[in-house]
């Protein structure tokens, strides 16, 4: 996984991949995972899901999955209808194209994992206002 590039990977699970890369750089071979990274990997795995986060951090998902179920993590599911750390947005301000641009490419996610790409080429920003709600539905 050296030199893979990080598109569409949120910023903390990257820094966690970029952690395991450091460790297994100077690792020994036969070394065992440190309970620190286990432990950061399962709390990514609580926010993204374990098997983004497997394939993320180069681990075995069934490893992943029964540390995560061990430490009691709630799983994305369970932590959306638990209640929410941070509030949902309402609103969000797409910043101004520049001059000329008339392609973007929008990515979403809701908390349930749900995520939708758009890949539009030639439209105003009202339109991809406009075809995002149309697309996405409106959120309860």
Same mark, same amino acid.
């Given at each position: 996984?050296? %030199? ?5 990977? *949120?910023? =903390? ?14 690792? &020994?071979?036969?070394?065992?995972? !440190?309970?620190?990274?286990? /432990? $950061? ?32 993590? =709630?799983?994305?599911?369970? $932590?959306?209808?638990?209640? &929410?750390? /941070? !509030?949902? =947005?309402?609103?969000?301000?797409? *910043?101004?194209? !520049? ?19 758009? /890949?539009?080429?030639?439209? $105003? ?11 996405? %539905? $409106?959120?309860?």
């Amino acid at each position: 996984m050296a %030199g893979r590039k990080a598109v569409g990977i *949120p910023v =903390p699970l990257e820094r966690t991949r970029e952690q395991f890369e450091r460790w297994r750089k100077t690792r &020994r071979r036969g070394t065992r995972i !440190p309970n620190r990274l286990w /432990h $950061a990997a399962v709390e990514m795995a609580g926010h993204y899901g374990v098997n983004r986060t497997a394939g993320t951090l180069g681990l075995d998902y069934y490893a992943l999955k029964k540390r995560a179920q061990q430490e009691k993590v =709630p799983s994305r599911r369970a $932590a959306k209808s638990a209640g &929410r750390k /941070h !509030p949902v =947005p309402t609103f969000v301000e797409l *910043p101004a194209a !520049p001059a000329g641009a008339t392609e973007c490419v929008i990515e979403m996610e809701k908390a349930s994992g749900t995520k939708m790409r758009v /890949h539009l080429k030639g439209v $105003a920003a009202a339109d991809v206002v406009s075809v995002s709600r149309s697309l996405w %539905g $409106a959120e309860s």
